[in-house]
């Protein structure tokens, strides 16, 4: 069966533009997680969605970055002005209902240049 | 704020040695806490969970409410355990918000 996928798998960007990265979970699961993977910084929580209910955002560092997840399926995350310290590997997760365990895409890999 | 902390950030053993990867958490309710594990080039997945008490693939990590540790334990390190390693706090109330410590790079040494 697939897992959760993500893409694009790297992205290259220059300082100041914006990106969008997409997440496709796993049919049927409602929770779905964006985490931040730096180099000493181990797993940044950023933002979590699950069912209809309003998202948590309080990992969002800074108002530059938003997510939004349409028809409780897909979601995307957008980084605005991008700046050097975005560069990260983004992994997306989703989960199902009460579950308690976390299905992790490939994630992400942003350079910010 | 729940808050998980894993001190060491690479641990490195040789093949046949006692592995501990310590994990502490702070949260005042009680916590559901797992292990994820990333192999080289793979996915982040789940290893472990604690009220699950099994052993996986030769681990097995104890809650420790007293000292607010759950420490995930090998008796014998294999090279394939060579892996960074997560410890995840789960809280009551959080949906299934997960928070992660900042992982600790085990390798193995023949």
């Known amino acids: 069966g697939a897992g959760v996928s993500q893409s694009p798998s790297n992205k290259v960007t220059e300082k100041g533009k914006d990106v969008e990265l997409r997440c496709d979970p796993i049919?049927?699961?409602?929770?779905l997680y964006w985490y931040r993977q730096s180099l000493g910084q181990g797993l940044e929580f950023l933002i979590y969605f699950q069912g209809n209910s309003a998202p948590d955002k309080s990992g969002l560092p800074s108002d530059r970055f938003s997510a939004e997840r349409t028809g409780g399926s897909v979601s995307t995350l957008t980084i605005q002005r991008t700046q050097q310290e975005d560069s990260a590997v983004y992994l997306c997760a989703s989960s199902p209902f009460l579950s308690w365990e976390a299905f992790f895409g490939q994630g992400t890999r942003l350079t910010v240049v | 704020a729940q808050r998980v902390t894993q001190p060491e950030k690479l641990l490195s053993v040789f093949k046949g040695a006692p592995v501990e990867l310590k994990c502490n958490y702070s949260y005042s309710g009680s916590p559901e806490l797992f292990w994820y594990v990333q192999y080289s080039r793979q996915r982040l997945q789940l290893l472990l969970r604690?009220?699950s008490r099994e052993s996986i693939k030769g681990f097995t990590a104890d809650l420790n409410k007293g000292e607010t540790s759950f420490h995930l334990k090998k008796p014998f390190a294999q090279e394939e355990d060579s892996a960074m390693y997560y410890c995840a706090l789960k809280v009551t109330g959080g949906g299934n918000k997960l928070t992660f410590g900042t992982g600790t790079q085990l390798k193995v040494e023949l």
């Open positions: 049919s049927g699961h409602t929770a």
């Open positions: 604690h009220i």
